[in-house]
């Protein structure tokens, strides 16, 4: 589906109330949009990891205007259906990115703490040492 919105009239023909009853739930499906505006930036958030992170954002259930509860869950499965046709999992997508040598590199090295406490006294001597 194209937008949020279309998924929202979607939700409130399959489970009553109105399409603004679920638009922040599809919203927040498809916020990552704004940062890649292809179908790649689904990857962040449609599969099963997604979905059960969306319920703990928005709560179990929710109620719409008809004044019936309605399980998050099961409309974020509908939002990630419409447009994948299935759930996938994080292992889904992630193993299908490229590695690149970037990802690996670091030039932050922890330090032990012994190592961090022997550098801090001998800066201190050192320091003393100077007056």
């Not at 679920?22 to 499906?29: E, G, K, T, V």
Request: with cysteine; aromatic share 8%.
């Amino acid at each position: 589906m194209a937008h949020p919105y279309h998924h929202a009239v979607r939700s409130a023909r399959l489970f009553g109330g109105t399409p603004e009853d679920y638009l922040a739930i599809h919203d927040w499906f498809d916020e990552s949009k704004a940062h890649l505006a292809d179908v790649r930036h689904r990857a962040l958030r449609h599969h099963s990891e997604g979905i059960f992170l969306c319920e703990a954002i928005f709560g179990a259930t929710l109620t719409n205007s008809a004044g019936k509860q309605v399980p998050v869950r099961t409309v974020g499965e509908q939002h990630v259906k419409d447009d994948l046709g299935w759930i996938p999992s994080v292992k889904d997508w992630l193993q299908h990115i490229e590695l690149q040598p970037w990802m690996g590199r670091t030039p932050f090295r922890p330090q032990m703490e012994t190592s961090a406490s022997a550098a801090s006294a001998e800066h201190e001597a050192s320091d003393i040492r100077m007056t």
